[in-house]
């Protein structure tokens, strides 16, 4: 469901969606949680070793809503991969992927998010260096169109890169959309999809 020559139709449609999507995904229990996190790890591993080999991946800090990395990104840590995770800057609509070690602290950032403590001399790492990134959604449909938080960080930071890396949303099936969503010219879109249940590559 393409809105590019309606773009304020677009955005209302997504609006009502995100209201909806957000009940679904809230209204899931902790134990349900924790077992679909176990889940997305095992299959996300399973369809990273199709990419392989693989050297730097972007991933996020999840919110308490959000399909969880924490179980993945341990095993991660302790290969050889190398982890970058966002860092939202002070300009609307800006983020940066710094790198995300064992022992790297954590914070609270712009907007409540959990990030990376980040100090002055660190370089945040070139979108066109990752390989991968992982990325968090409210929603997804059969065609790989992402329905975010409506921030359009990830818009924007992937929109710059001459060469963007394979984009993997990671998502709780609940979020499933069976109809098209709305989309506007520069919403990015997804390669792969993540869910407990497994994943799905899309042919774009």
Known sequence: MRQDGNPNEAHG?????RRTLKEQRTALTPEDRKRH???IA????????????????ALYLATPDEA?????????????LELFAPVVGVEKGQMNLYPMGPNTPIRRGRLGLREPGVQSNDTPVDPEMLDVALVPLLGFDDQG???GMGGGYYDRYF????????????????????????????DITL???????????FNH
């Open 159 to 186: 929109s710059s890169a001459e060469q963007r890396p394979w984009i993997v949303g990671i998502a709780y099936d609940i979020q499933h959309s069976e109809k098209p969503l709305p989309t506007e010219p520069w």
């Open 191 to 201: 390669d792969a999809v993540v869910t407990e249940t497994g994943f799905r590559i």
């Open 42 to 57: 095992a299959h996300l591993e399973d369809l990273l070793v199709q990419r392989s080999p693989l050297q730097r991946i």
């Open 37 to 39: 996190h176990l889940h």
């Open 13 to 17: 449609l997504k609006q009502a969606l």
């Open 68 to 80: 969880d990395l924490s179980l993945w990104m341990a095993s991660a840590q302790a290969s050889v």
């Open 145 to 147: 169109h992402r329905l």
